[in-house]
């Protein structure tokens, strides 16, 4: 009996709205002062779809395969694109770190979706397996501390009377209606059963925090723009070419014999003919396209 470790990838079946795409440019590999990031727009990853041939069908979406369109007005430099893929981020801030009336020793944080860009996300139990992480006073965020959202509900601020007939206690009821706040639990949040006194930290009223999915691990996508690939340098070195006696342009063609650069092939002497310099010179634009490579050979 063989015995040993067993496990999984799930292919993830995110949503291209819950992602980030985050682009740093640099237009060589030495540059290393300008470092600027920008957030491209959404709408940039397309999903690809099962059928039939792979089992599945043409509505359910291939997990872990998408199409990753780049637009064009902003990859038109040669350059280092360092495309960088993660779970969308929401910033918020905790409205408050409350309990339950009907059950005081479940705590949470409430947040109030007046102060959340994106509240779509927000439904009833929209927002289980999300991460929380804390910022600190002066915007730097705590390192290595998270905690995980376990469940999501609407909820109404409810005074609750406590034993002091004076003394009220502001807490939270769960409601069917679409309310501004939502009630957050999350794990860990009880105290451990040999130190019941210390309770784990969920956060305080007022704290900035940022909340992400966990649908995918974030990825970094490195494309490097060049002028020439593969191709052209197999025209440079494969292609068909000529030169002309005459006039000493020198004419490289691609694989359907277009003109794909002309050089002038000349040479430079000295005052006693003695040769200096062998010379090939870009004609750039100043193409003469009587060197037809399919004329020349007929």
Request: hydrophobic share 35%.
């Amino acid at each position: 009996m063989a015995t040993g470790n067993y496990g999984t990838l799930r292919p993830a079946d995110v949503s291209p709205n819950d992602v980030d795409i985050i682009l740093h440019y640099t237009p060589s590999r030495d540059d290393t002062e300008n470092f600027t990031l920008t957030k491209l727009q959404t709408g940039l990853l397309t999903p690809f779809f099962n059928n039939a041939d792979i089992g599945g069908n043409d509505n359910e979406v291939l997990g872990g395969l998408y199409n990753l369109n780049l637009p064009s007005d902003q990859f038109n430099e040669l350059g280092i694109y360092t495309l960088y893929l993660r779970p969308k981020q929401i910033r918020t801030q905790i409205y408050d770190c409350g309990v339950l009336v009907t059950l005081p020793n479940i705590k949470g944080i409430i947040i109030d979706l007046n102060n959340v860009d994106s509240p779509q996300n927000f439904i009833a139990q929209g927002l289980v397996g999300y991460r929380v992480e804390y910022l600190n006073d002066d915007g730097s965020k705590v390192p290595n501390f998270f905690r995980i959202i376990t469940s999501n509900f609407y909820c109404e601020v409810s005074n609750f009377n406590l034993s002091n007939s004076l003394q009220t206690s502001v807490r939270y009821n769960y409601t069917d209606n679409a309310t501004n706040l939502v009630f957050c639990t999350l794990s860990p949040s009880a105290s451990a059963t040999n130190n019941p006194n210390v309770t784990p930290y969920i956060g305080a009223p007022g704290q900035n925090i940022v909340i992400s999915n966990t649908f995918f691990n974030p990825q970094v996508i490195e494309v490097e723009m060049v002028e020439h690939d593969a191709s052209t340098l197999a025209i440079a070195l494969y292609g068909n070419q000529t030169k002309s006696i005459d006039d000493g342009i020198y004419t490289i063609y691609d694989s359907s014999n277009n003109i794909y650069r002309q050089y002038n092939l000349y040479e430079i002497r000295d005052q006693f003919n003695e040769l200096l310099y062998e010379v090939r010179q870009d004609r750039l634009e100043n193409i003469d396209f009587t060197k037809n490579f399919e004329q020349i050979i007929a």
